[in-house]
């Protein structure tokens, strides 16, 4: 894909991802625990990502645990928290 093409169609999927934004905050039922522009964060990472090829591409691997000889835990716990 052609490199004017790539950041036309970013710069238009940001705009319209703003857009969905500014509506998701302005309407968010929750009054007690609103939205704000910080949760939508990760999603504005991911529309970035898209203006890059695949080889530049952020990758996000966890850095592992050190091992508990090495002074690392020695119970990791993986089991997620029941949904409230």
């Not at 898209?50 to 089991?79: F, N, R, S, W």
Request: avoid cysteine; aromatic fraction near 10%.
């Amino acid at each position: 894909m052609e490199d004017e093409a790539r950041r036309k169609f970013v710069a238009e999927v940001w705009k319209r991802y703003e857009e969905v934004q500014n509506w998701a905050i302005a309407n968010w039922p929750d009054s007690e625990h609103p939205l704000s522009t910080s949760d939508f964060v990760e999603g504005r990472k991911e529309i970035l990502g898209l203006g890059l090829p695949p080889e530049q591409k952020l990758k996000q691997e966890p850095q592992p645990a050190p091992e508990p000889e090495d002074g690392g835990p020695q119970y990791l716990d993986v089991t997620p928290a029941p949904w409230p």
